[in-house]
């Protein structure tokens, strides 16, 4: 327990801490103020897509709508951070969207108090703050959250350090509010991040690994036993009222009855683990274990009709294996003190044996090396406390007390400056810029709100917040057999695309209804989750899906229309394509994957009187009309195009047939003086033609939204 003294200084270097994690991440702010671009009624934008989700989470909640309507279409009105967003936005005088741009920058600050704790429990303020300064903006940490960075990220390693600070003062002194707050916060981080579960199951491994030690050392262990009785009730795979009421009663008999629970604490111990069991046990790990570490090529979906599709998780760069120098980095901002915070760490375990409560934020850490950078972050706090522990000691080696305050100063500042350097050069833009989403406002006037305006997942929850309406594709639904009917009919001619977009709307609403028939009790069955191609496949008669896509070349007859679509079609799709391709790129029967064709989207080029050079030893030679590349393959052009916006309104374009044997198309983009080199199929693809080309089947499609950044095409048939 602190004296007041302590308490008041602790408060005094939480509160030193916390302005300085925010100040860092003002930087952002103030290097971009005078950019336009990146604000929307004069507030800056998110950083990240995933934002957009929870925003429309607390957006929904604030319009009171429907609760039955958001789980039909997936709104988070029931997710922490939208229902924490939307109560800050009812008492506070803040816009939403200056709530959720610098909410992270607020929240994520918060980091500085557990670690801070951390060092008092020890024994030392000094400690806990260094750990305070360092890891509030380490690398990795700040990327997650930076401003704009709206995403359950700005507590998702608040939550767990704080349940660090509590288990280590648990073990440290055994008093019993320690379980308590162990509890309150397992259900709280729960409540807020529901993949929490695997991080819970590894603190309490650690723990009946102290139990077990206890025992063989033959010293009580009532508090042991107790503390994992009440956090494996805590991590319980239930309802969170459930589980709060259960834990709660089980406090409530620990405090009166301590006596009684402590006769029978190994019978208590016993049906915990039962129902722990009972309730999931280790099921949601084992699916995130798939997720992230057995990642696959390709899926075969176990559905109606067995297909394969391609995995998701092989295009998402978050998800994907790092080099060791970028791991080290975003942990501790350099490689040097990453080893050093590895030497601290060590030494702070040995001194401190409660610090090995730390280890599964380490472990979950480490499996960015495998898993995708994502997991870095969890590393930070507990690598901020090694080197921070580290400084202290070897400072406490000097007896000169200027010298050591010096000496302090003078390391910790050189841990900071890698990590400061990089927060100022992490120039990353907004989700989208003013212009696309003015278009977005436009096409708001014009549909309604059961519309659903689609195209990549990328820009599905972006898409939704500012048009209210929905989407087949977003970054919570985009697996392989999701992805492939809108791959399909972004990639393929116009007639195939809008027939399958026709279909995927129409399968869509039959399943949206079939849910909601679900929740208002109509049907008793639960709805599994069949892709929709798989049943396009088979009420078309057909069980190679290869021939129900052949058939869409035919006179098919197409369902009923009862809802508008609209095709989102953004200039930046074009960095994506060849990936958007994969997904509808692969015989679904087989897994067999397709060519990938010819696509090249060169940053710049250079040009002399006889050639072009587009980079990657990729060449046009001006006079034969041959693309040569390094590996010396011989391309000759078909088509040399030159697209031109005279202003916003009016594309002008010159179409020269150079070869009709051709196969390459060479497309010089005026406006952004840039070259886009494609096959035949791509230029044929239904984003290429409406795009970039301006050529739409005016049968098939009409023009709604029309700007060099954005174009939006309603679905006529």
């Known amino acids: 327990m602190m004296t007041q003294n302590r308490a008041v200084q602790a408060t005094m270097l939480i509160l030193i801490a916390f302005i300085f994690s925010m100040a860092v991440r003002l930087i952002w702010v103030y290097k971009f103020d005078d950019q336009a671009q990146y604000k929307h009624n004069e507030t800056f934008m998110l950083t990240t897509t995933d934002g957009y989700f929870f925003a429309e989470g607390a957006r929904d909640i604030l319009n009171d709508r429907d609760p039955i309507e958001s789980k039909i279409y997936n709104s988070p009105m029931n997710q922490g951070l ?11 005088p803040w816009t939403l969207d200056e709530i959720i741009f610098y909410m992270p920058a607020v929240f994520a600050s918060l980091l500085v108090i557990p670690l801070v704790l951390i060092g008092a429990t020890y024994g030392s303020l000094t400690f806990g703050f260094i750990a305070a300064l360092i890891g509030s903006i380490a690398w990795s ?107 709660g009663v089980m406090l409530i008999f620990l405090h009166f009855k301590k006596d009684i629970f402590t006769q029978y604490i190994y019978y208590i111990l016993g049906g915990t683990v039962l129902l722990f069991f009972a309730t999931g046990g280790l099921d949601p790990i084992v699916g995130q274990l798939k997720s992230y570490i057995f990642q696959r090529e ?18 998402i760069s978050e998800a994907k294996h790092i080099p060791f120098e970028t791991f080290a980095n975003r942990i501790s901002g350099h490689t040097i003190t990453f080893f050093i915070s590895i030497a601290g760490y060590i030494w702070l375990v040995l001194n401190k044996k409660s610090a090995i409560i730390s280890f599964p934020m380490i472990g979950l850490g480490f499996v960015a090396l495998f898993g995708g950078l994502r997991f870095t972050v ?16 070897l400072s406490n080696m000097i007896e000169d007390r200027r010298v050591k305050i010096g000496s302090v100063t003078i390391l910790t500042i050189l841990v900071l400056i890698p990590n400061i350097i990089h927060t100022y050069k992490y120039d990353v833009q907004t989700v989208f810029m003013k212009n696309e989403v003015a278009q977005l406002e ?41 992805n492939f009917p809108t791959s399909f009919f972004l990639t393929k ?24 028939d679900q929740l208002t009790g109509k049907e008793e069955k639960n709805i599994t989750s069949t892709s929709t191609i798989a049943n396009m496949t088979l009420d078309y008669g057909f069980n190679d899906t290869n021939d129900f896509l052949y058939s869409l070349s035919t006179d098919i007859k197409l369902p009923k229309k009862t809802k508008e679509t609209y095709l989102y079609l953004p200039n930046r799709m074009l960095n994506i394509y060849p990936v958007i391709e994969r997904f509808s790129n692969i015989d679904l029967m087989t897994g067999a994957k397709g060519g990938s064709g010819f696509f090249y989207y060169p940053t710049g080029f250079s040009q002399d009187e006889k050639t072009i050079n587009f980079g990657n030893g990729i060449v046009l030679d001006k006079k034969s009309g041959v693309i040569s590349t390094n590996s010396n393959i011989k391309y000759s052009i078909k088509r040399f195009i030159t697209t031109n916006y005279t202003n916003n309104d009016t594309m002008t374009k010159d179409i020269k047939l150079i070869n009709s044997g051709g196969n390459i198309n060479i497309i010089y983009m005026k406006n952004h003086n840039r070259f886009l080199l494609v096959d035949d199929d791509k230029y044929n693809s239904t984003y290429m033609q409406l795009f970039i080309m301006d050529n739409y089947d005016k049968n098939l ?17």
Do not use: C
Not at 444 to 471: F, M, Q
Not at 494 to 513: F, G, I
């Open 442 to 482: 436009k096409l708001k006037k014009i549909v309604s709100s059961d519309d659903y305006v689609v195209g990549w997942w990328d820009y599905g929850y972006p898409t939704r917040y500012y048009t209210n309406t929905h989407s087949f594709l977003d970054g919570g639904r985009h697996s392989g057999g999701a």
């Open 141 to 247: 940490y700040y990327n997650r959250t930076m401003v704009g960075y709206y995403d359950t990220d700005l507590l998702n390693i608040v939550f767990p350090t704080f349940l660090l600070w509590s288990l280590i003062g648990a073990v440290v002194t055994k008093h019993d509010r320690y379980i308590l707050l162990v509890a309150i916060e397992t259900i709280a981080y729960r409540w807020w991040y529901p993949q929490s579960y695997s991080l819970e199951i590894a603190f309490v491994g650690l723990l009946v690994v102290f139990a077990i030690y206890t025992w063989f050392k033959k010293r009580d262990n009532f508090y042991n036993l107790a503390l994992i009785s009440l956090m494996l009730l805590s991590t319980l795979n239930i309802d969170s009222y459930y589980r709060a009421s259960i834990v």
């Open 378 to 393: 969890y590393a930070v706090p507990v690598f901020a406390l090694g080197i921070a522990y580290l400084i202290v000691q």
């Open 82 to 92: 939208s229902q924490l967003t939307a109560l800050i936005y009812k008492i506070t």
């Open 493 to 516: 001619p116009q007639e195939l695309s809008a027939k399958m977009l026709r279909l995927e709307t129409e399968y869509t609403v039959k399943r949206k209804n079939m849910i909601r």
């Open 298 to 315: 390709a899926v075969v979906s176990q559905d109606i009709l067995k297909l394969n599709f391609y995995a998701v998780m092989q295009t």
């Open 701 to 717: 499609f009409e023009q709604v939204i029309y700007h060099p950044l954005v174009k939006v095409y309603k679905l006529k048939i």
